[in-house]
């Protein structure tokens, strides 16, 4: 079991920066491939991107490559998401979650464990 605890987030205006963070707390959590993924209202759930276990490979979707990081720390078993130049169009609850998976998977579903969200609102 993996428990995920989000902090961070909040209301921004457009251009605006904000840092997320989740702190794992339960099984080994260097041995889960982290995400990060938001929804917007009535819209499904869809990743912006993902950490490998010791953090070498990341992935980001098209919408915030070159915008957002995901970092982690693994002896703080911690993993962030940076934003920055944010866009109206981010705000959204965001979610991390984790997976057991060896390598970065993108879907909702190959997820195990999640954070209760957090809420992240851009003004333009």
């Known amino acids: 079991q993996v428990q995920l605890v989000q902090s961070g987030g909040g209301l921004v205006q457009a251009g605006g920066s904000l840092t997320l963070s989740c702190a794992a707390t339960?099984?080994?959590?260097?041995?889960?491939?982290m995400g990060w993924f938001r929804q917007a209202p009535g819209k499904e759930r869809e990743i912006v991107g993902a950490?490998?276990?010791?953090?070498?490979?990341?992935y980001y979707a098209d919408s915030v490559k070159g915008r957002f990081t995901v970092s982690r720390d693994n002896a703080k078993n911690t993993v962030y998401l940076q934003m920055n130049s944010l866009k109206p169009e981010d705000t959204a609850v965001y979610y991390c979650?984790?997976?057991?998976?060896?390598?970065?998977?993108?879907?909702?579903?190959?997820?195990?464990?999640w954070g209760q969200g957090t809420q992240v609102t851009v003004s333009s």
């Open positions: 950490i490998s276990w010791i953090g070498r490979r990341t």
């Open positions: 339960g099984r080994s959590f260097s041995n889960y491939v």
């Open positions: 979650a984790a997976d057991s998976a060896l390598l970065i998977e993108t879907t909702v579903g190959n997820y195990d464990y």
